[in-house]
């Protein structure tokens, strides 16, 4: 189907950690489903993770809100090593393309394709596993022995609890279910 509007290319690189963006400014509409119908994100996600497996990289995570009158669509993607500017724009490109054929989305928004960056979320379980032995910072939604903030090395996840070593040489026991927010927690020093 023919896309109304006008694709642009913007891209930006910023901050002093090394994050890229690429966003690309597309527009299609909310495609005809039937009853097996799956969530707009399911798609997105669906979509995404066959490109980004193909180039051997991961879905970090996604995000599609409202920022001020905009629509955004934030990809955060990863891969050993890290990712570069080129494969940002490279993912940017393909996914750009799979949403336009797919046709999924029913409003303007803006597509933006980026590196998780060196404070990068945990998501999913895999990750608890993967940067054990890592500083992190993990926001729980109920309390955990009286506090919902913590900071210290993550010392390792099973059964769906996340273990945490704090500088108290403390191991807190956090339900994976519990965590709103957790991200690595890497200094850098200048």
Sequence with gaps: MYNKFPRKRIFVESGLQPTFFITIIVGCWMMEQGEGNKKLADVVKSLTERILTSEGMELVDMEFRQEGRKWVLRLFIDREGGVTLDDCVNISRQVGVAL???????????????????????????????????????????????????????????????????????TVRIERKNIIKAKLDIDIVF
């Design 100 to 170: 336009d054929v797919e046709d999924c989305i029913d409003r303007r928004y803006l597509l933006e394709v980026s590196s998780p960056g060196i404070n990068r979320p945990l998501t999913r379980d895999q990750d608890f596993i993967k940067y054990a032995g890592k500083k992190v910072r993990i926001k729980t939604e109920e309390p955990v022995e009286g506090s919902k903030n913590f900071f210290g090395i993550l010392a390792g996840y099973n059964d769906g609890v996340v273990s945490l070593t704090t500088d108290e040489k403390k």
